[in-house]
């Protein structure tokens, strides 16, 4: 990728006015010469790739404030480009006379955009566009689980999958477009069994990558957990206690929780998105009704269902019932039996006969970790979690989705014995969906939109 040297750029790289130092970012051509003209200190001549220098920022006669400068000489930088960060004091007045005075210098310098350290790094090849966009999901994970995500596709263990397959694509490609140059004398320089085996080893790559967008989305966002039941069987209750705060109103009124409650909890750094939601039942109570119907959608979209039944009172026959509909959501579920403190043993045996429950006492707290650790075991079982490679990003799922779609199009061709030509087209939409993912096909729109979503200093 060529060299990218556009205008001299800086920002405030740390939140302004929180903590003790502030960090000021300057990145281009004339980087160290800005800064060398509002600093006293030893002369900013850097021979190796980065340098520390300690003195101050002056404005004519003024002293702004005492500074250490990190001086990274290109292409040993982030941007690759000349580099100089300033570590301040975080004062908010401070910061903002060494902004003003760095954009007054005879030396044309501007504020960067958002994201735009990160574009640069990107257009001057410091990594692909998969692994820029992994810089602001690491930014942003607030788990375990988001945070290795991110850190591995940072890292280009994504990129690398991607590109070997999009370089085997390739070679079979030039194959067919040389046919295509023979296309009188009828030769086949691809031969088709090959490229049939060679799409088919694509395709058992793509689909655990596209099918690990769903649990992906979650792990970013959190997995959507809904806890459902009839009334009064200990859902605001089980809610509250999974949370250790009073956030549910918990009354022996049936109907109590009409709307949804929801909130966060992290276990061995997996978010889980907790939904309390009103009781299944019939009602003529057109709130209540309206939270029914409510609480069936959310179940429908859940990654994983905490179904709560009350285990002194429920009947065989009803638990059954339940079951039988539980089975027919095809969504992931834990069938969770309250009030184990007062449930008879013979009870609590005659249900076991016919169903796996997790036993608990919501109001007295006991054996909540041990629907913690089945709750993580519902995650897991999934088996992206330890060291596979998960898709967070919609826009790599779709390209993934839509590289899969035209290699399925090649194969229908090959069967149907179709011409080189048609191949060719097919081929060239799955390597530019591939290419599109890394940025080895790409266009400003799509950077800019990208880069935007950056926050500014990054």
Not at 214 to 221: E, F
Not at 279 to 301: F, H, N, P, S, Y
Not at 355 to 373: E, F, G, R, T
Request: net charge negative.
């Amino acid at each position: 990728m060529a060299f990218y040297e556009p205008d001299t750029i800086f920002s405030l790289a740390t939140p302004n006015g929180t903590g003790a130092i502030g960090v000021i970012r300057i990145s281009g051509k004339h980087a160290i010469e800005i800064v060398s003209s509002i600093f006293k200190g030893k002369t900013l001549t850097v021979p190796t790739k980065q340098q520390v220098f300690f003195g101050s920022i002056y404005y004519e006669s003024e002293i702004i404030d005492e500074v250490i400068l990190t001086v990274f000489r290109a292409p040993h930088s982030f941007t690759k480009e000349d580099t100089v960060e300033i570590s301040c004091h975080n004062s908010r007045y401070i910061v903002h006379r060494i902004l003003e005075l760095l954009q007054r210098q005879t030396l044309y310098a501007r504020l960067a955009k958002p994201g735009e350290f990160t574009q640069r790094a990107f257009l001057n090849g410091r990594f692909d566009l998969a692994q820029a966009e992994a810089i602001a999901d690491l930014i942003a994970s607030d788990t375990k689980a988001s945070h290795h995500s991110a850190l591995n596709q940072m890292r280009g263990g994504f990129s690398k999958d991607i590109q070997l397959l999009r370089q085997k694509l390739i070679e079979f490609a030039a194959l067919l477009e040389l046919e295509l140059d023979f296309g009188e004398e009828d030769v086949e320089f691809a031969d088709r069994n090959d490229l049939k085996k060679l799409i088919d080893e694509i395709q058992q790559t793509l689909l655990p990558l596209i099918q690990s967008f769903q649990l992906g989305n979650s792990l970013k966002d959190g997995i959507p957990t809904v806890i459902a039941g009839k009334p009064n069987v200990g859902k605001s209750t089980l809610l509250n206690t999974l949370l250790n705060e009073e956030r549910a109103i918990v009354s022996d009124i049936p109907g109590t929780t009409r709307d949804l409650i929801e909130d966060e909890i992290i276990l061995e750094g997996i978010k889980f998105r907790i939904v309390d939601t009103a009781g299944l039942r019939e009602t003529k109570d057109t709130i209540e009704a309206i939270g029914v119907e409510r609480t069936q959608q959310k179940m429908k979209k859940a990654s994983i269902i905490l179904y709560v039944f009350d285990a002194t009172i429920i009947s065989l026959i009803e638990l059954k019932t339940y079951l039988l509909e539980l089975d027919s959501l095809s969504i992931p579920y834990l069938l969770i039996g309250n009030k184990l403190d007062v449930l008879e043993i013979e009870k609590k045996v005659a249900i076991e006969s016919i169903a796996n429950v997790i036993w608990i006492s919501a109001s007295k707290k006991q054996h909540i970790d041990s629907l913690k650790q089945a709750m993580l075991q519902q995650v897991q079982a999934t088996n992206f979690i330890a060291g596979n490679t998960i898709i967070t990003n919609i826009r790599h799922y779709e390209h993934l989705h839509q590289t899969y779609e035209a290699l399925k199009k090649v194969l229908d061709k090959i069967n149907r014995h179709v011409t080189s030509d048609w191949l060719a087209l097919d081929i060239r939409d799955a390597l530019n969906h591939l290419g599109a993912i890394t940025g080895e096909i790409t266009n400003d729109d799509l950077l800019a939109t990208i880069f935007s979503k950056f926050c500014i200093g990054k």
